[in-house]
C-alpha cells in the first residue's frame, strides 16, 4: 500500500494496541525498526525510487513490532531490534537478486519471518535475552472456546482481529484502523482483506482449529494477506483471479495449521510464514504455467515488495 495516509492509519493501529495493553516498546520499536531499515537501505545505497516508496521500510516496522511481543523488555532487546531491522533490509535486498531476479516473486514479508526467526532462537542462547512466557498480551478480552461457528457479533470481532495481527496487533479496532488504511489505497484490497478473513475464520472453525487462536485471529492473519497479494497486488482482479486467490487462501489456513505444529515446539512464532509460503508458490506457479495472460506484472524494481 503506497500511501502515505494508510501508514498514519496502520501506525495509528500499532499506537492503540501499545496503550491498550500498555506495553509502549512496540510502538516504539515500529518506529524504530522503520527508521532504522530504511537508513540501512539509504547508507547502501539501494535504489532510492523503491526505498521512497516505502519497501525497505515495512519488514523493518513488523521486526520492531514482533521483537518487543516476544521478548522481554531489556537493554539488549533494543539491540536486537536495531540490527534485526538492518538485516531485514540486507535480506530483502538479497531476496531480490533471488527470487525477484530470477522468477518474479516478490520477497514481501520473507526478510522480516527470516530476521524474527533468528532473533527469537537467537534469544534462548543469550542471557540478555529473555523469551517472553505465553503469547503476546491483547488488547482485550477474548471468547475462549468456540465450540461451533461464533456468533455473529464475535464473528465480525474476529474478521477485524485477523486484519490487526497482520501487525501482532490482537485488538478489533487496531484491525479496523488497519483494514482502513487499506481502503483509503485501495478499496479492492480492502475488500480482499476482509474476505479473505472471513474465508479463514470459517475454514479454521469448520476444520475444528484451536478456538482460543481463531478467536484471537491467529488463524486468519496470513490469509489476509495471501488474499490481498494473489487477489488484487500481483494479479489482474477478474473471476479466476478471485477463484485462485480463494483457493491460495484456504490452503494459507492449512499452511497456519502445519508450520504452528512444525515451530511452536521450539519456542517460535510462526509468523507470516505460512503467508510468505504460500504466496511464494501459487505466484511462481502462474509464472510457469505457459502464460495465459492472467498474471499481472511483479515490480522487479521494488525488491522488498
Known sequence: ??????????????????????????????????????????????DRKTIDAGLFGFNGILVGVAVPSFLAITPQLWVCVVVGAAASTVFASAFSATLTRQWG???????????????????????????????????????????????????????????????????????ALVLAGILVASVPAGIAALTGSGVATLVAVGMGADPVLVSQGLYGFSAV????????????????????????????????????????PDGIPSFTAPYVLTMYLFVAAASGSGGDGNRGAVDTDASAV
Open 225 to 264: 494477506l495471501t488474499a490481498i497479494a494473489v487477489g488484487v497486488v500481483f494479479f489482474p482482479p477478474s473471476v479466476k483471479g478471485a477463484l485462485y486467490a480463494s483457493l491460495a487462501t484456504v490452503v494459507t489456513v492449512f499452511v497456519e495449521g502445519a508450520l504452528n505444529v512444525m515451530v511452536a
Open 1 to 46: 500500500m503506497e500511501n502515505a495516509v494508510t501508514g498514519a492509519f496502520f501506525l495509528a493501529a500499532i499506537a492503540y494496541a501499545s496503550h491498550a495493553t500498555g506495553t509502549w516498546a512496540i510502538l516504539a520499536g515500529a518506529l524504530l525498526g522503520l527508521v532504522v531499515s530504511t537508513l540501512t537501505a539509504r547508507l547502501l545505497d539501494y
Open 105 to 175: 516473486i516478490p520477497a514481501s514479508t520473507g526478510p522480516f519471518v527470516l530476521t524474527g526467526w533468528l532473533i527469537v532462537a537467537a534469544a534462548y542462547s543469550f542471557g540478555g535475552l529473555k523469551v517472553a512466557a505465553g503469547a503476546p498480551e491483547f488488547a482485550t478480552d477474548y471468547l475462549r472456546g468456540v465450540s461451533a461457528m461464533p456468533a455473529p457479533m464475535e464473528f465480525g470481532r474476529i474478521l477485524l482481529r485477523n486484519i490487526g495481527q497482520v501487525f501482532l496487533l490482537g485488538s478489533e479496532v487496531s484491525g
